[in-house]
Structure formats: structure tokens, C-alpha cells
């Protein structure tokens, strides 16, 4: 069963940093494209970000642009997304999925097939 589990989330003060895991155990990570979306009070699931499955390309919403980062441990079945200068704005329970391609960069909930649990990230100011 394909399994995607979300990490590093927490409390922190506006301008600090965070560093999310998520580890897959289901099929094949490195075939995959991956993207982490956020989902904040009251709000829609946004995309925030995605890496193509060998890593050489990313794709960031212009919200966080400059601030996160989206690598991947392919050996260890492991994307990260890297969180600086947080902001209050950035709180939200934040989900990684798996795509359906491993090349395009799609922003659309839509074109991703499995999903984590998600994990809290809360930003005070």
C-alpha cells in the first residue's frame, strides 16, 4: 500500500525556519514527480511546490518563492521542503503528494494520486 508520511512540522516565531520530510514506502519514489501543498484555516488546498523525480527541476508558487526549498533523497525515498523567513501567512497543515508524471510540474491538486496525512505548521508573529 502506498504510503507517504509528512514530518518537521511545529511552532515557530515569524522569521524562523522549518524543514519538512516526507518518506514514501509505496512504489517506486524516484519514478515520481513530488509536490507539497498547504491547506491554512478556512482556506482551499494551495500548491506550494514541486520537484521532478531525478531533482534537476522545481516549480515554487509565487508566495513562498525565495524563502522554501524542495529537494529530494531519491536512496532514501525522501523529499524535503526547506521553510525560511517564515511568516505568519505560512500557517497551515502542509501535504506532500505523488504525481502522475515524473516531468511536469503541474500546481493542480488534481494531477497528483496519493497524498500524506499532512503536518501542522503554525508560524506566530
Known amino acids: 500500500q502506498v504510503q507517504l508520511v509528512e514530518s518537521g512540522g511545529g511552532l515557530v516565531q515569524a522569521g524562523g525556519s522549518l524543514r519538512l520530510s516526507c518518506v514514501d514506502s509505496?512504489?517506486?519514489?524516484?519514478?515520481?514527480?513530488m509536490g507539497w501543498f498547504r491547506q491554512g484555516p478556512g482556506k482551499e488546498r494551495e500548491f506550494v511546490g514541486a520537484?521532478?523525480?531525478?531533482?534537476?527541476?522545481?516549480s515554487y508558487a509565487e508566495s513562498v518563492k525565495g524563502r522554501f526549498t524542495i529537494s529530494r533523497a531519491n536512496t532514501q525515498n525522501t523529499v524535503y521542503l526547506q521553510m525560511n523567513t517564515l511568516k505568519p501567512d505560512d500557517t497551515a497543515v502542509y501535504y506532500c503528494a505523488r504525481s502522475r508524471s515524473s516531468v511536469i510540474l503541474h500546481n493542480n491538486p488534481t494531477a497528483y494520486m496519493d497524498w500524506g496525512q499532512g503536518t501542522q505548521v503554525t508560524v506566530s508573529s
Open positions: 509505496g512504489r517506486t519514489f524516484s519514478n515520481y514527480a
Open positions: 520537484i521532478t523525480s531525478r531533482g534537476d527541476r522545481t
